[in-house]
């Protein structure tokens, strides 16, 4: 409130400003800065979505049910981290421009093994899909908290 106040007093005295920030969560909030002012860039806090992946056809049921990590790092845009048979796999996971629920999501780890996902959001925080690893095991995955 503080802010609206103080754009509005500068408002009446030479304009004012309102920049937009995009949040975590990528919804965007706009906030006045008065004429002048040197506009602080906060970059919001990171928020992580777990992965839970769940065995889809006989491979990936050798190595049973697996969890990894989606931390957001900007709108439509994420880090993505799963352990997979002994083997740290990081990439990223990106929403499509197109349909910013859709998204893809590939990792890869230090000994050749990748991971290709899609997945569709039904909020910002809750998803599921689809993972396939190039050892020819499918999951079911569910992200969210």
Do not use: W
Not at 12 to 24: E, H, Q, T
Not at 60 to 65: C, H, L, V
Not at 102 to 114: D, E, H, Q, R, V
Request: proline content about 6%; aromatic content about 6%; some cysteine.
């Amino acid at each position: 409130m503080a802010k609206v106040v103080c754009c509005s007093v500068s408002l009446g005295l030479s304009g004012c400003y309102v920049v937009p920030v995009v949040g975590p969560d990528g919804q965007t909030a706009y906030y006045p800065v008065a004429p002048g002012a040197v506009p602080t860039v906060v970059r919001p806090a990171t928020s992580t979505l777990s992965a839970r992946l769940y065995p889809a056809n006989e491979a990936a049921q050798r190595t049973g049910m697996l969890t990894g990590t989606v931390t957001h790092v900007s709108a439509g845009k994420g880090l993505f981290q799963i352990s997979y048979r002994g083997e740290n796999l990081t990439g990223e996971a990106t929403r499509m421009s197109s349909d910013e629920r859709k998204g893809l999501a590939s990792a890869y780890g230090p000994s050749g093994t990748s991971m290709n996902c899609e997945y569709q959001m039904q909020s910002p925080l809750l998803g599921a899909g689809t993972c396939s690893f190039s050892d020819g095991a499918r999951y079911q995955v569910h992200l969210g908290n």
